[in-house]
């Protein structure tokens, strides 16, 4: 299995840009989240789905959409990019039955808005 | 709402010390505790969990933690550390009420020196 993979692996965009980040899983996982990492200040959650066709927000989601048409792919949207977006994004999954609750990431996307 | 409080942002250690990461958290319900590494310019990889049982848990490359419902703490520590094991160390909490969501400390960053 390859487990979460996310492209692209770095990105600079213009401010104004749009772009989307992709995030798949094989691990048949219901929930997917999506998160950022800024330096100090650990990850915040954007958005997250606890399966296909239902997504909600965390706890930082302005600026940014989503969508969940499968259970592998929650790919992450910017509409409109500002520099405050500069981040590193990452994408993790876990399984939907009762366990554990473990967190599986995928190796993150770096991002620059400028 | 469950909070995570990491108390320090870096720690210096020489090869083959022992160290403490230090991890507190707050939470009116019954939690599941977890550490985190990232390596450089890698995503997140669980070293280790607490869900319920013994409150020593031991996990990979030698790290444990030790879940102190009184102190309402779980600090992570291994015996003697090698420069591979430089890297930052995310604590997180899912607490009872949320099903769907970790909330992480801001991180500890571990530099082994030589």
């Known amino acids: 299995n390859a487990g979460v993979t996310q492209t692209p692996k770095f990105r600079i965009l213009k401010i104004g840009q749009s772009m989307t980040l992709q995030c798949t899983q094989d691990?048949?996982?219901?929930?997917m989240y999506w998160y950022r990492q800024d330096p100090g200040m650990g990850l915040k959650l954007i958005y997250y789905?606890?399966?296909?066709?239902?997504?909600d927000k965390g706890e930082v989601p302005n600026g940014y959409n989503v969508s969940r048409s499968t259970t592998e792919d929650f790919p992450l949207r910017l509409e409109l990019a500002a520099p405050s977006q500069t981040s590193v994004y990452f994408c993790?999954?876990?399984?939907?039955?009762?366990?554990?609750?473990?967190?599986?990431f995928g190796p993150g996307t770096r991002l620059t808005v400028t | 709402a469950q909070s995570v409080t990491q108390l320090d942002s870096q720690v210096p250690v020489f090869e083959e010390a022992p160290v403490e990461l230090r991890c507190n958290y707050s939470?009116?319900?019954?939690?599941?505790l977890f550490w985190y590494v990232q390596y450089p310019n890698q995503g997140l990889q669980l070293l280790l969990k607490y869900l319920s049982g013994s409150t020593l848990v031991k996990g990979i490359n030698g790290f444990e933690a030790e879940f102190n419902k009184s102190q309402t703490s779980f600090h992570l520590r291994k015996p003697s550390v090698h420069i591979s094991d430089t890297a930052e160390y995310f604590c997180a909490v899912r607490s009872g009420g949320s099903n769907y969501k970790l909330t992480f400390g801001k991180g500890t960053l571990l530099t082994v020196n030589p």
């Open positions: 789905s606890v399966g296909a066709g239902i997504t």
């Open positions: 691990m048949n996982h219901n929930y």
């Open positions: 993790a999954s876990r399984p939907g039955t009762s366990g554990s609750y473990e967190q599986y």
């Open positions: 939470s009116s319900v019954s939690v599941y």
